[in-house]
């Protein structure tokens, strides 16, 4: 359980393993719900342009996103690295931000196979080319 | 499914620190009480009847165990009476003494903790604890027997409905959107480093750790923490007591000494008169946690931090800055002055390194000190998602310093230092409020019931 009790519905997993193993969706956006008992699915999307997923994350408030991302390695062809997202702008209102910082275990727990993960506070954080950077260093 | 009744339970939140205890229902953005943790008691021989309670002037009485030995168990009682809140220490009373229980963040003397707790919640936000359950803070370097003691006391001694205890360094990290951050805390006499990864703590090997010296880095884990503040503090006090070539000694007497003054020009000696009939009844603790309050109000008025490393002309272009104590004496203090005193934050000079070696290591040392603890991978996420706190580091310049020093070591360095100075002072309590105030939070609290099925452990179990 995440340290603020929040739990996980259904819908992100199987979400979740539909996009591992569908390879049809590129990436998922999660939220909470309206009265913050539960993380919910807040958008699915089968774009593979990566602005289009930037543009997704709210200026203001908090997310978490999933997104399958794929990269070429020097000489060893394509790679696929699913990436997790805390997306925590400072903008967002701190109560936001403490719910969604300490439910966010519960929810990475639940997603089985993460390849890398992300916690961006600004849209530098979470850009292409800093996100390749962190992604391609372990492949 | 629990079905939970929004979000609110009326939960209260306790942030005990070395200088102040704050107290507020979760909920709040800022602690609707803060009472100096320092309290001040009087000692009275004759025994007397009175039962201990608390009046209204927030005296608590207090019976003490027979200190005197082996005189007699009946006889030799003392009665110990406790001055505690804002009408507590400060004001002047005749032998008043004064103490504090808490050293370096630690809570380590109990005794006076449950009269503190009391006045807080009973006498400075007018509730009964026993409606409403209560979120505790606790540093990093908190002991499991601390944290139980604790619980104990609010199950015990007030009756609380439910209970937890949740780490500073986690809450501040939280309430900053994070999961993972380094969290740099100065506070009023411990600064610490504290590594957050995944909303926990980083402990490696968890070394036990002691408190006796003045500075002390636990080399087991990315945990660092130290007296620097007490350092800078010292290093203020001085420079201003300590006669130089530009002006005398500066006398520190706090303003209740004080029967009357005149007005004088900056940087004369002043003309003012003690409270002949007080002096005598001053004790020395009253004094120098008074005079203390003195130099504090200096630094916080006047003192700063250069914002890129020490330098004598750039001090100097600071300007003066004005500042009148309470006996008259009033000066203008340089640039210099002013920022040779943030400066202890981040450099010691050889000189002073030379004469004591267990000096608190400043914060570049204390980051680095505590990065080298943790785990390559996790580094650069904790150097980007520096969340810095504490009410000193309010300092003017400490966030822009700290930014400089680190990206002279380090690449991408990002510091989350909010701009708001309550969110700052108060980062710890404002997590535990937000925290506390959330529906779901409820399946977290140690209830009454699993407390007294459990006993102490459970708190162990629970929070962690």
Redesign the interface.
Known sequence: ???????VSQNCINAYQSLKLGKKIKYIIFTLNS???EIVVEKESESTNYDEFLADLPEAE?RWAVYDFEFEKEGAGKRNKITFF?W???D?K?????????S??AL?RSLVGIAAEI?G?DYS?VAYESVLDKVSRGA | MVNYGGDEVAALVLDIGTSSIRVGYAGDDTPKAIIPTTYGYTETDEPSSEPANANADGDVAMAEGEEGGAAGTQSAKKKVKLHIGSNGPSLWRAGMKVNNPVQNGIIQDFEPIPSLISYALEQALRCNPSEHPILVTEPAWNTPANRERMAEILFEEFNVPAFYISNTGVLNAFAAGKGSALVVDIGHSAASVTPVVDGFVMRRGTGSLTYPCISLVDTFSGLAHSALPQLVHAHARHMLTTPSSRRPAIQLYPHQLIAHKQPVDAGVAPKFELRKDRLEGTTDSWKQWYEAKEVDEWIQSVAGILDQGWNEHAANTRGMRHYEFPTGYNNYFSGIERHSVGEQFFTHSPQLIASNPNLPKPIPNLISSSLNACDMEIRQVLLGNIVLTGGGSLFAGFADRLQAELSRIHSHVKIHAPGNPAERRFGGWLGGSILASLGTFHQLWISKEEWQEHGRPIVGQRCK
């Open positions: 359980m995440s340290q603020s009790g929040v739990g009265d913050n008992t908090p805390s925590s702008p400072d967002s701190i109560k936001q931000k403490m719910l969604f910082a300490s966010k275990d990475r916690q506070t954080e």
